[in-house]
């Protein structure tokens, strides 16, 4: 061992020891004759001190060190005259009197702090040397920590970790597969699993009744930001149990994870229904660190003369509270951002509810201070409030609006990143309608189950049946999802038929998981957590990348590794594979 | 919930409560008015009584059941008349008041029991009915077991894991990769890793200190007897250690596992050079369990009238206790044996040491008894022990021989499953030279340290050269292996010149591991086992497929999957690939 203590280590009881250090030079100073230096491990710092009485040798060492080198010395620890008390090591230091360089460093591209110079993309290509700024590895641990946590209070629960394959195969629905070109079977392919979905369904069937997973999934996915090729998810799936079941033993894994990583008791989660979130919130993870829910105007703005309002399918209010006095700018500000093509709505309406009990709106010519009033109460206004209307169809301005509150909540700082809020969306449609293929898709995916009472409309009305499903939301972040899964083979079928799936296609596709079906499956369902949402949610991170050690950037690249590569022709030939000839 | 206790759970302290059981059908049994049915489960079985005065809806429901079916049941526990002592619920039975068919079963294709009728490849493809059977689905769980207790070993002992990424970059040098073509850089593939090597040993460039990662590993190799395409590696990396510090942590970390898994007290692990142990046993993976080590009688054995022995490079026996009784026969089977190809002798001297103390040998006319008499106390053989003999080119004939000792070692009851015997096989040679391709390899892999001592020889005789290596060997099989890496990116070059690897491919392959060791490499080591074989060691298993929910077959195949499979055309497409056209 190249050491007998590491750097956070060393207290003022140590004092008097021999010890030996190794670590990375973060600072060298020299104050007349005496050198010191800070050394840096992932444990801490411990300042050294080459005092003016230490050999030639030592001294001339020292003199040579530059940052990031590598060093071993060995010493005394001595308690120090000027203490620091910013670090757990700052009541002592050691007197070198053994010093040996065990690696030297070549200038680094940006400095090792956690302010560092170093750019995005810098950083990205000497990923190693950024890992080394506290700030970074501080994000890993607490990923390995949580990891660490999850297994074991699943284990404990009597879940089971399976390994599932990665070499799987390829189904086209759902989004696009990576794929592996196999060289003992040519012409096929392996796909790289988007999820283990159906294998751990199939775990189910094999009776192992409480499984996990802290597995890598892949989608090959054009990257919106924030979106890795490769991703971990907590992936669960229980036995013999109804949605409530599974809410309960999930909501109490997260709770556990606030407990030990931030110390937060999270009451009891609400349940929000995916209407009622989307009616109130404009979409399916509201953040509710705030309210300012949405008001219905429709009904009571309606039948002025105003055309935008009368034309409109949706009148829809927020009421952002001691924003009367809001200026000209501040409401321009804000019209443009609704007007972003992101958001894309056509304009906004403001009411002024100013302190004096009177009005002042963008659209006076139409209505009457007594009917602003009435909006007014309507979105429980109080005078000194801002009401902000939207108007269009209405689930796209439920979006707009919803974006607007967001906002609206991030300038009024009611977005603290140490406050959570989780909650529970549940009742989900059980399909989506998508008007360009004209065909119904799976909101969640073709495994889920439709309410009992709800099958009937599967044949009459699909869009009306609602799923057994549910996701879990903190602060405005889908961070989990799952569903009571179909366990019976004739269900499925129905299924396949909702999404214009034709059997051929399906028998292809999951025969093996209709098959299983046929051989006593047991009721499931499961969940699935984004694991580095998560992490980068605990983390107080924006991004998940900072969670992850060697993540790739928006073209998928690893500029670190420079990959993906091209590949020797022996390979080509070997796989029976090349590149498209026109 | 659709139970309130498993089919593991109830003892006859439960008597008289109320309860709810789900599970599947493994047997029904009609005694007279009576039926009996065994409810089973992951945690055991139990059984239900559906009695004569029962309703008729129960009694009707019960006359439908078939193997397999799931069920769902609410009745009292009651004492059983006549108890099973061999399942712990044996002492009580579920007087069944409800039941409920969650999900009927098709007559399954074999049954599910430890000893069932089903071959190899109808299991693989029904593999979800094999993980019922508990005798499979026990190897699962002990595996999930081994996981976590490695996991929080080396937790505790400040080891980190850390997820590193699955889509990496294709190095061709070491055995062949699976690629993934990209479809966003478009000519250009990833690969999926063979090991984490580099990237572990660039975490601890950035610090970390100490690395773990269960982890999958891919290789695309012809399969041999019991590969897997994707297996599962303990991958493990230290900071500022020597190969002393890896082999004292990570014994701690098996004894551990013998101690947690089996109950068993390990001792401290013997150390054997490469050199002793292919001297000795033929083989760098020595099965310890039993004695009978090679003697070397090249000196004592020649200068006789027999060519075949004066014109050998090497002589060499063992001696197999109590063996002189073997019968022509058993003699025989023994000189077949090691004519097979897989082992490939000419043939077998043997040498009967009688219990009278006379000799008898084939090859008595041109040895005397008194020749004979040295051969067998050089092997330190009593009377009533047989030498076995095998001549030839050296490392050729101790193969062999290592063949012929397990042969003898199995048919003595010599490898009893149930004993554990663990070694370090250190001081590998860094290189092997390749007859066919002229050229050296690297024994481990390119990143392996030379030992200090030997790094002139690098130059001046390469062959010779010692590595800082080493391999856990248990019963004769490798379960780890590891070496202190180079971390200095002069020796890095050295070696890549010893391998005729190039500058230029050395750079475009690993350059951004040189690059890494330019700014500062703490010294560090590491170690990564097999876990796929280690789980099935401690299971008692000779295949590893049994500790792999869902393994592939020696072409590479999951048959239940049917993977891997033709893609579609618009896949091929969007990947800018194409089958080979000629």
Redesign the interface.
Known sequence: ???THTCGQLRIENAGESVCL?G??QKVRKLGAMTFVDL???YGITQLVVEESAPEEIKNNVAKLGR???I?VRGTVIERASKNNKIPTGDIEISVNELTV?????T?PFTIEDQTDGGDELRMK????D??RPIV?KN??L??RM??LV??YL?NQNF???????????T?EGA?????????????????PQSPQT?KQ??M?????RYFQIV?C?R?E??RADRQ??F?QIDCEMS???QE?ILDTFEGLIKHLFKEIRNVDIPTLPRMTWIDAMEQYGCDKPDIRFDMKFVDLTNVAKGKDFAVFNEAEYIGAICAPKCAGYTRKQVDELTEFVKRPQTGAKGLVYVRYNEDGTFKSSIDKFYTPEDLKIWADACKAEPGDLLLILVGPKFKTLAQLCDLRLEMGSRLGLRDKDVFKPLWVVDFPLLEWDEETQRFYAMHHPFTSPKPEDISLMTTDPGKVRANAYDMVINGVEVGGGSIRI??SALQSKMFDCLGISHETAQEQF??LMG????????HGGIAFGFDRLASMFAGLDSIRDV???P?NN????V?????????K????????????N
């Open positions: 061992m190249y050491r190794s990375w030079v840096r491990d992932r990031e080198y590598v071993q065990l690696s030297e460093s070549e680094p000497y990923r190693y040397l890992l080394r590895r890993i641990e990923r390995h990891a660490q297994r074991n284990s089971i970790e399976v390994e599932t394959p990665v070499l799987v195969k390829s086209p696009r597969d990576f794929v592996v070109p196999s060289r003992m079977n040519q012409g096929q392919f392996y796909a790289l294998l199939l775990l069937v094999s009776g192992f009744d890598k892949f090959d054009d990257l090729p490769e971990t013999f149990v109804e079941d366990h019976d025969g093996f299983a079906f046929k051989y006593g499956a047991p009721p992850i050690a060697f790739k073209s998928g690249r690893d670190m590794l420079d990959a993906p590569s091209e590949i020797a022996e390979q080509f030939d070997e796989l029976g594979i090349q590149l498209k000839t």
